[in-house]
C-alpha cells in the first residue's frame, strides 16, 4: 500500500450504512459516490455512471465484472475515436513539418485521452473482506497476489477491478519472470517495479568497455537490479546498488539471491549510496521523459523536470573515483517528442562538470515502435536507445 494514513470508503447497501478500507495504488481518493452493479447492469448504463463520476461497485458474477471492464473499454476507445483521437491521427500522419511541431502537443493529448481512459475505469470497484477474500460468484484466490502487491491487511477493503487485476498480473510476472535473452537467465519483477520488457539496452552494458580500474561500481536506481546483476557478471567486485523504493528493494533482494550474487550489496537511498568507496563505475536507466508522472507507478518513465537525471548528474563528481565514468542509459524519445533538446541534454552534462567520452546507440525493437497506427509513430520510430560515457571535466 502506498498510502501513508489509511482512508475509508462508504456506501448504501440495503438501507445500511457500509464502509471499508480504500486502497487505490493511483492515489486516488476515496469516491463519493457508490452504486451497486450486478448481472444485470448494462454496458451502456455502466458506462453512462461512471462518466458522470458515479463508482460502481460490483456485486454480480466474477467474470462477468472482466467482461464489463472490456466493454466499457470498448465504449471509451470508440468514443476517443469519434473526438479527440481522430484529429490526433490525423496530424501525426501528416508528413510535413506542422505534424512536427504538433507532436508535443499530440503527446500531451496522448496522456490526457490515457488518464481519462483509467479515470472511468478504475470506477468498476470491488469488496474484498480480510486478506483480500472475494466472495463473489466464481471468483479466484487473489489473497496472496494482493498481499504481494498492496501489503497484509487484517480488514475489508474497496479497491479498483483494475489495481486487483494489475496485482494477478504482477504475481503471473513473478512466478514466469522476464527472460533476458542476451544473459542467458530471467529477472522476476515485483508489483509496481518497472519490469525490464524492453531490454535492448542489455547489450550496449555488455558492450561498452569497463574502465581500466574497476574495483566499485554504483547501480542508481536499481528497480529490479538488472543492471546491478549485468555489472556483477562482468567481473566487478563490489557493486553497490541503490534505490527509494520498498518495492524495488525487494524485488532487487529476490534476483540477487536467485542468482546467489556475493559481490553485490543493495541500499536504501536517494540516488547514491552513503559511507560506500569511489566509484570507478556509475551506471543509472533514469526515466526518459522529463514530465510530471500522474501516478507513483509511472515513476520509472516520467521524471517531472528530469529531477532523478539532474541528481545523477550532479553527484557524479563527488562519488567518482579518478578516471571513473558514468554510464547513463538514455533514450532520445524525449527529443523526438520536443519534451527536451539534444542541447539541453548536453547542456545537463556540461553543468555537471562532465564530458562525452562516447556513446553506443541501439533501435527499440518493441511492438510500439513498430506500429504505424500508434498516434505518436513518427517520434516511436525514430527513436534510439544510447549508452553515454562520461568522465570528469578536468579543471
Known sequence: MLQTEKQYVQWQENETLRNALWLSESNHMPPARIVLVDDTTTADDAYRLACEGTSLLWHGDFHNARQLL??????????????????????????NTAKVKGIPNLFHQQRQLQAQRSRILSRLLLELDASYVSQLRRAPDVSAACTAAFGEIDEPCVLSFRDMQGALGAAGW???????????????????????????????????????????????????????????????????????????????????????????QLQQADL???????????????????TKPSSPLEYAVYDANSAMLRGVLQGAKQHLAEHGELWLIMSDLAEHLQLRTRDELLNLFADAGLAVKYRLDTKPKHGRSQDDTDPLHVARSAEVTSLWCLTVINS
Not at 472490456?70 to 508528413?95: F, H, M, V
Request: hydrophobic letters at 40%.
Open 272 to 290: 547514491y549510496p552513503t559511507d560506500a568507496p569511489l566509484a570507478n563505475l556509475i551506471v543509472c536507466n533514469p526515466p526518459w521523459l522529463p
Open 70 to 95: 472490456q466493454a466499457l473499454g470498448r465504449r471509451i476507445d470508440r468514443t476517443n475515436e469519434r473526438s479527440e483521437q481522430r484529429k490526433i491521427k490525423k496530424a501525426a500522419n501528416k508528413p
Open 174 to 264: 513473478r512466478e514466469k519472470g522476464v527472460p533476458i535473452d542476451s544473459l542467458g537467465l530471467s529477472i522476476f519483477p515485483h508489483y509496481g517495479v518497472f519490469a525490464p520488457t524492453r531490454h535492448e539496452y542489455v547489450q550496449l552494458l555488455l558492450d561498452a568497455p569497463l574502465p581500466a580500474t574497476h574495483d566499485v561500481a554504483y547501480d542508481i536506481g536499481t528497480g529490479t537490479g538488472l543492471l546491478a546483476i549485468i555489472l556483477a557478471q562482468r567481473g566487478i567486485p563490489q557493486v553497490i546498488a541503490t534505490d527509494l523504493n520498498p518495492r524495488s528493494l525487494a524485488c532487487a533482494s529476490e534476483n540477487f539471491a536467485r542468482l546467489t550474487l556475493s559481490n553485490v
